[in-house]
């Protein structure tokens, strides 16, 4: 009697409250018992049962009492989740066929094997942010839930990401680790209301032990998936489960993201991931190179030409990955060295959209003043040490930040021949090596340049 009461007090609640916030908060609960003026609910997550209690409780109580039942208060019983594996579904987009058993009868996302913590270059920009996911790949107590990460295109969000999974997987291999993107995540949950499997669908998120849900901002303004996503959060967070979700901008800034889910992903630990620097470029680029030297051994690469790149390309690290990549396409099918000369000709087209605006006059004008000389000095045909170094200096910065030809450059030094910058270049390159002084006054002078 009660059993049917509840049903019919469902229906109307479906109508009255609708269907998405039905499937969120009415469905999950079932009614065990309503003698003695309290109603007794079990529900898959306390924090399901206080919400109900705080938003639909009175209502629940005011038909319970239309239905005949002498009800009060409404207690709530926690039953978590069956932990057991959730049932294989038939679909694709499965994790990578190498992967260890725990991620394969998830339905999660393809982990890349590149992304590993191994492949992680560290440095300022990132270095928060990869010791927080190196502390949620050891696991253990779970200290910050969730961990949200977050930062511009290509700054490795999704590779700390998948470095976790990978991490956890050789470390824990008993652990349920389930990476997905916020695209995947609403597919998942539009596919399950569509073949009414709500439950395995719940059932599948809730038994995981990681769970990584990358570029949320994805499911801004679709607002049943967020309220899914918050339930699933819930749940997880109840049973003391590690999450981690990354997006293009801090929880504060995602438009369209509900108050509370907002403030909830505010409560753990927020790392943002800074645009690389200087050094974070050159040291990626120097073991993506040793990589790709590894499979082409015959390609000759100068000195100079990382360096080049890491001043030239903007701070997304995936345009820097497919310029390196296709230098040595391009050196290995040619047969070429690559050396400055290729590499701008090769890459005309990225080195001319990442341009910075520094002038051949403002590196004239910089270098004079930090030699104490004059411009004109820069200019005029004198070749004492004095003048001469410092004015190779400045024909280097000028190949190094500007894009002009070397040609161009000799005619803005007091018309000299290209042969002269090419000379110059070599030798600042020589210098820097063995000069610390010069180093020293080559990298201050590039900083404030690009500053
Ligand atoms: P995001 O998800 O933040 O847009 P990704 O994680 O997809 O960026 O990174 C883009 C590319 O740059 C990937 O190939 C990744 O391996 C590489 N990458 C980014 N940061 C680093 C880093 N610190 N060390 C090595 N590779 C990196
Ligand atoms: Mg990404």
């Known amino acids: 009697m009660e059993k049917e009461c509840w049903g019919r007090i469902r229906s109307e609640l479906l109508s009255s409250i609708g269907k998405d916030a039905f499937t969120n908060w009415i469905d999950p609960l079932e009614l065990l018992e309503a003698g003695g003026r309290v109603a007794l609910f079990s529900v898959p997550t306390s924090f399901i049962g206080n919400w109900v209690s705080r938003n639909y409780g009175e209502s629940i109580i005011g038909m319970l009492n239309a239905e005949g039942l002498k009800v009060d208060r409404l207690d709530f019983h926690t039953v978590s989740a069956p932990k057991t594996a959730a049932p294989e579904t038939a679909e694709a987009e499965r994790t990578v066929a190498a992967a260890p058993a725990p991620v394969v009868d998830l339905p999660g996302s393809p982990l890349d094997s590149r992304f590993t913590f191994d492949s992680f270059v560290v440095g300022k920009p990132n270095e928060l942010a990869h010791a ?3 502390r949620v790949a050891e696991g253990g107590q779970v200290t910050f839930n969730p961990l949200f990460l977050y930062g511009g295109v290509g700054l490795g969000k999704t590779h700390l990401m998948h470095a976790i999974a990978w ?4 470390m824990r291999p008993e652990a349920r680790v389930l ?3 916020a695209e995947q995540f609403m597919y998942r949950f539009v596919q399950a209301l569509r073949f009414k499997d709500m439950h395995s669908f719940k059932e599948q998120f809730r038994s995981v032990d990681v769970l990584m849900v990358d570029d949320v901002q994805f499911i801004a303004g679709k607002n049943s998936t967020q309220d899914e996503f918050f339930h699933t959060f819930n749940a997880l967070v109840d049973q003391g489960k590690q999450i981690v979700i990354s997006a293009d901008r801090a929880p504060g800034e995602i438009e369209g993201l509900e108050e509370r889910i907002r403030s909830r992903l ?3 630990l927020v790392v943002d991931l800074h645009p690389t620097d200087y050094e974070l470029r050159l040291g990626i680029l120097q073991s993506k190179a040793e990589t790709q030297l590894k499979s082409m051994p015959d390609v000759q690469m100068d000195a100079g030409v990382l360096e080049f790149l890491a001043h030239r390309i903007s701070s997304n690290v995936r345009v820097l990955e497919g310029a390196l990549t296709r230098l040595f396409a391009f050196a290995s099918l040619v047969g070429r060295e690559i050396n400055l000369d290729m ?6 087209d990225i080195l001319r959209a990442s341009e910075r605006k520094v002038t051949v006059e403002e590196i004239m004008r910089q270098v004079a003043d930090h030699y104490h000389l004059r ?15 410092p004015r190779q200096v400045a024909m280097f910065l000028s190949k190094m930040l500007t894009s002009k030809s070397l040609p161009e450059i000799g005619r803005r030094f007091g018309g000299r021949d290209h042969t002269t910058v090419i000379h110059a270049v070599k030798k600042v390159e ?3 090596m063995t000069d610390n002084q010069i180093a020293e006054d080559v990298e201050i002078l590039r900083r404030m340049l690009e500053a």
Not at 167 to 170: F, I
């Open 167 to 170: 991490e956890t997987q050789a």
């Open 132 to 134: 927080a996911a190196r």
């Open 430 to 432: 020589e210098l820097k």
């Open 179 to 181: 990476y997905l993107s």
């Open 266 to 268: 505010q409560w753990g």
């Open 343 to 348: 590499t701008q000709e090769c890459l005309a």
């Open 375 to 389: 411009m004109s000095d820069l200019l005029s045909p004198r070749r004492a040490r004095a003048v001469a170094r």
